[in-house]
C-alpha cells in the first residue's frame, strides 16, 4: 500500500485530538512528515502543547511538532473555548508532555516540505484557520503549483453558521487567511458545515470507545463525552458534530464521501457577513474546477473507522 506523505496542520481543540489520534493510528495509509499548530481554537501555545500531549498518547513521538501563527493575517483572534474549554481538550486530565516542541515556524516547514519533496507529492489537511498555509503561500508562491490536494474543513453553505448565522468557525476566525488559500489556484477539498454537521455523538457512540481499555480510546471517550455534553447546553439539540476528522478520514477511506466541483469565494469586507464562503455549482467546466464542497458524509462509516483504529 502507497503511504501518503501528510502535513497536519491544527488547532487542537477536542475533534482536533480525535483527528490526530485517528492520523497516528494509521500507519499504513499516512506517513505523516509533520504536525503544525497555530493559534485557533485557544491560543498558540496551548495548541502545541496540546498536539504533543496527543502524540504522547498516540505513541507517535516519532513525529515532528511545529508551532506557528499566533493571530489571524488582518483581524483581531477569535477564540472557540466554551466549544473546547479552556485548555482546548475538555475535560481531560492534562500533563506535561515529554516530547518537545521542534523548531521552525509552522509556515517555514510547510515550505521547506514541500520544496524539497516531488511536486504534487505532499498532501496537506487543514483542520483550523488556514493563517499557517495563507503565510507560507505569500513567503513562497512557489509551493502553489508544487502542493499536492489540499484538504480543508472550513465553510457553510446549506447548514448556515456555527459562530454567525453565515460563517463557520475556522473561516470566520481568518478569512482573509481562507481567501488567500482559496484563491491561491491549489486544488482544495473543502469539508463544511453541509458534511460534518452528519457526523455526530450518540451516546452508542461514545460507548464504544468508553468500553475499550486503550488509551486512545478513553482518551476519545473524554473527549466526546466533553463535546457532547456543551453540545446540548449551548445549542440544545441532539449530538455534538465531530468536524475535524473528515479530511483525515477522506484520505483513508474517501468512499465514506460525496463531493462535488465547486468555486468557493470568502467574503473579507462585509462587517454582518464576515467569513462567509460562497460555493457556486454551476460552473462553465466542471472537470477544471480547482475546488471540491463535499456534500455527504457517511456517519456510521466514520465512526467505525475511528473506533477499529483506536480500540485495537
Request: net charge negative.
Amino acid at each position: 500500500m502507497t503511504r501518503t506523505p501528510l502535513i497536519i496542520d491544527c488547532d487542537p481543540g477536542v475533534d482536533d485530538a480525535i483527528a490526530l489520534l485517528l492520523a497516528f493510528a494509521s500507519p499504513d495509509e499516512l506517513d505523516i512528515l509533520a504536525i503544525t499548530t497555530l493559534g485557533g481554537n485557544v491560543s498558540a501555545d496551548l495548541t502545541a502543547r496540546n498536539a504533543c500531549i496527543i502524540r504522547q498518547i498516540a505513541g507517535r513521538e516519532d513525529v515532528p511538532v511545529h508551532a506557528g501563527a499566533r493571530r489571524p493575517l488582518v483581524r483581531e483572534p477569535v477564540g472557540a473555548g466554551e466549544f473546547h474549554g479552556k485548555t482546548g481538550l475538555g475535560s481531560l486530565e492534562l500533563f506535561e508532555p515529554a516530547g518537545k516542541i521542534s523548531p521552525g515556524h509552522s509556515a517555514q516547514v510547510i515550505i521547506d516540505h514541500v520544496m524539497r519533496a516531488p511536486s504534487g507529492s505532499i498532501t496537506l489537511t487543514l483542520l483550523g484557520p488556514m493563517t499557517n498555509l495563507a503565510l507560507a503561500m505569500r513567503l513562497e508562491p512557489a509551493i502553489i503549483p508544487r502542493l499536492g490536494p489540499v484538504i480543508v474543513m472550513a465553510g457553510a453553505r446549506s447548514e448556515g453558521g456555527n459562530i454567525t448565522a453565515s460563517a463557520e468557525y475556522n473561516v470566520f476566525a481568518d478569512p482573509h487567511a481562507a481567501h488567500v488559500v482559496l484563491s491561491s489556484g491549489a486544488r482544495i477539498i473543502v469539508h463544511g458545515l453541509d458534511a460534518t454537521h452528519r457526523v455526530r455523538t450518540t451516546p452508542q457512540r461514545i460507548a464504544r470507545f468508553a468500553a475499550s481499555d486503550t488509551p486512545e480510546a478513553q482518551t476519545a471517550a473524554k473527549l466526546l463525552k466533553f463535546s457532547a455534553d456543551v453540545q446540548q447546553e449551548i445549542v440544545g439539540d441532539g449530538g455534538a458534530p465531530i468536524h475535524d476528522p473528515c479530511p483525515i478520514a477522506w484520505i483513508i477511506a474517501p468512499q465514506l464521501f460525496k463531493s462535488r466541483p465547486a468555486d468557493i469565494r470568502i467574503e473579507t469586507v462585509s462587517p454582518l457577513t464576515l467569513g462567509h464562503t460562497a460555493v457556486e455549482f454551476r460552473l462553465g467546466d466542471p472537470a477544471a474546477a480547482r475546488h471540491h464542497w463535499v456534500t455527504h458524509a457517511d456517519a456510521d462509516g466514520l465512526f467505525n473507522l475511528i473506533a477499529e483504529r483506536l480500540t485495537q
